[in-house]
């Protein structure tokens, strides 16, 4: 495991939360790789200070593809007893921020990428490392349509957010929104006569609960996850400038979580009806009631099929008969909408390490990781 904790020593000193440039990682995944051979394109964003790399070894085809994002989330407001960006080994543990998510399995792909340019490969090994995932799979959104121009669409693609090791064929999809409510000002002492924002807001959130519920009871059903249904989730209300006037404005920030097999067409629908009864409902008295809805961010569910090659490859490179379907997001559906079949599998647990002080992978979890691709590349070579 030399290899994989030296590069995980390097990427972990690199300062990627989200809000940073990710060009200093970037660059040194980029001369990594081309030192060894494989065929490198940067995708940058149109600010110029954040990009991505499609990369390939091997001869021309299909192969096989590893997704990883550089980006991790902030440690401010966190009690860290561990410097955050210095990889700190005690134990089995190696602490760190984003050793679990992902640069763990970022720095065990990158240590294959060093062993597979000594192999006469028989198919393309393929990497997909992005940026801005942390932040609603931003980078991968911008990067997707180049991977066909670039490298190719592989004929199976690992995801390697943290799963324990175990392969993953499901999670759900996420919609943020944001909901502007327009009330009418006045002073607090004669506030029936105005609309208050934030009762609008309320009235609407109330709505949202309505079809909360209505999910739960009626909804579409995958009994794999812990909480089987679609949920909505209010995160954020904020409204008012001073107890004495009545607020003609409020923000309403809140999110859908959905089934993959549920239609999302049909839940926006829903959601805008629920709108549009908070307005309804404040219509007699004040005809002018208003929320605009705007959707901030998106990425699509996973459905994998069982039966589908790359789970049985997957499952074998793991060796686990266990399948299973994560709570969180990752950027697997945005593959799987390309028609690639798509796995998430990957060291550490989320639940326990990810976006927590001191976050840690443990060295049994790399361990696995790097054996998991040292049957793959056999697999490629084979």
Not at 323 to 343: D, Y
Request: include cysteine.
């Amino acid at each position: 495991m030399t290899a994989t904790l030296d590069i995980l020593d390097r990427l972990v000193a690199f300062d990627t939360v989200s809000r940073n440039s990710n060009l200093g990682i970037i660059a040194f995944i980029e001369d990594f790789l081309r030192t060894r051979g494989f065929a490198v394109h940067r995708i940058a964003d149109d600010s110029g200070q954040k990009a991505g790399l499609f990369a390939a070894l091997g001869p021309a085809g299909q192969g096989l593809m590893l997704s990883a994002h550089t980006d991790v989330v902030p440690v401010q407001g966190q009690s860290w007893s561990k410097p955050p960006f210095r990889l700190t080994r005690e134990g089995d543990r190696l602490y760190g921020r984003g050793t679990t998510d992902m640069k763990g399995f970022l720095a065990s792909a990158l240590a294959l990428a060093d062993r597979a340019a000594g192999r006469a490969l028989k198919e393309p090994l393929k990497l997909a490392i992005s940026y801005d995932e942390e932040i609603g799979c931003l980078g991968i959104r911008r990067m997707i349509g180049h991977l066909a121009p670039t490298i190719g669409l592989p004929r199976g693609c690992i995801v390697g957010e943290p799963t324990g090791m175990r392969v993953a064929t499901g999670h759900k999809g996420k919609a943020a929104f944001r909901a502007l409510c327009h009330g009418e000002s006045g002073h607090s002492a004669l506030a029936p006569h105005f609309l208050n924002a934030l009762h609008l807001a309320a009235d609407f959130i109330s709505a949202l609960r309505g079809l909360q519920e209505e999910l739960a009871r009626a909804g579409a059903r995958d009994e794999a996850y812990d909480i089987p249904y679609s949920t909505l989730h209010v995160g954020r209300l904020s409204g008012g400038t001073a107890l004495n006037i009545v607020p003609d404005r409020a923000v309403l920030d809140f999110e859908l979580r959905h089934l993959a097999g549920e239609p999302v067409d049909a839940l926006l629908e829903r959601i805008g009806k629920a709108a549009r009864e908070a307005m309804e409902r404040q219509a007699p008295q004040f005809p002018n009631a208003r929320i605009e809805l705007e959707q901030i961010t998106a990425y699509p569910g996973l459905d994998t099929d069982p039966a589908a090659p790359i789970v049985t490859l997957s499952r074998s490179l793991a060796g686990t008969d266990r399948l299973t379907k994560v709570p969180f997001g990752t950027e697997a559906g945005f593959f799987s909408q390309l028609g690639i079949p798509t796995v998430v599998c990957g060291p550490g647990c989320m639940e326990g390490q990810g976006h927590k002080p001191d976050e840690y992978i443990a060295l049994s979890q790399l361990a696995a990781c790097d054996g998991f691709m040292d049957r793959l590349l056999d697999r490629l070579s084979g």
